[in-house]
């Protein structure tokens, strides 16, 4: 894949939890999207009030938390994917 997102922004695939509880089996309609995710691709940074880019916090590879409405759905190469703001990321699962 050849994407980068711009300034503070970064590009997330959702992490997929169980979907059975017990012997039931929720249907996809039924189901909350998770609120836990891959970071696949960073931006440079966002530029601070001097002028100079803050790079992030997160990096490729890391396993983030995101707010249930947080994020742009795309398809990139027939994958769901989120572009988000780092603001929008709640924390990094270490």
């Known amino acids: 894949m050849a994407f980068r997102p711009l300034h503070d922004r970064v590009l997330v695939r959702r992490i997929e939890e169980d979907e059975k509880v017990g012997s039931i089996i929720i249907p996809d309609s039924a189901k909350e999207k998770p609120q836990q995710g891959e970071v696949l691709a960073v931006g440079k ?5 001097d002028n100079e880019i803050i790079p992030l916090d997160v990096k490729k590879g890391d396993t983030i ?9 795309v398809k990139i190469d027939g994958e769901d994917l989120l572009i988000m703001k780092e ?5 990094i699962v270490e």
């Open 65 to 73: 938390l995101f707010g249930k409405w947080s994020g742009s759905e």
């Open 45 to 49: 940074g966002a530029r601070g009030d």
């Open 87 to 91: 603001s929008d990321i709640l924390g």
